[in-house]
């Protein structure tokens, strides 16, 4: 097995042993008996890639050639988050607070609550709500 790199892309040096030219490649592929090659796509000679594979498998059919190239992580979108601060839509916020709380204060408690009592949790809510925005426009 042998790897054929552009000195300059010194990311695919492999545990292989190593040539730089396209006509290094050849010459030791005939001389080693070599098998198998692992090209780099910029590997410096005088024919393009296809057409030095092609001169390969020509002349060597049983060489099995793998084309290599440098890895080049992808830049990872940065996805915009938005921390819910009390800027944004406190209102919206504190309404939805409130709504929870009152709907399961009722649901939990709703074989047991007379009228008067859903109105005490309905009126709670709306003394969270009133606390929860004054909080929030206090503090900012």
Not at 23 to 41: C, P, Q, R, S, T
Not at 120 to 126: E, K, T
Request: net charge negative.
């Amino acid at each position: 097995m042998l790897t054929a790199i552009n000195p300059q892309n010194t990311s695919l040096a492999t545990g292989f042993p190593v040539c730089h030219s396209q006509g290094e490649l050849l010459y030791h592929i005939g001389k080693n008996n070599i098998k198998e090659v692992f090209i780099d796509k910029e590997l410096p000679g005088n024919l393009s890639l296809d057409a030095f594979i092609q001169v390969v498998k020509t002349k060597y059919p049983d060489v099995e050639i793998s084309v290599i190239e440098p890895y080049v992580e992808a830049e990872s979108e940065v996805i915009s988050t938005t921390i819910i601060k009390p800027q944004n839509n406190v209102l919206k916020i504190a309404a939805l607070v409130v709504m929870l709380q009152t709907v399961f204060s009722l649901v939990i408690q709703y074989s047991s609550l007379t009228p008067m009592d859903a109105l005490y949790a309905i009126a709670a809510g709306a003394a969270a709500l009133v606390f929860f925005y004054g909080g929030c426009r206090w503090r900012n």
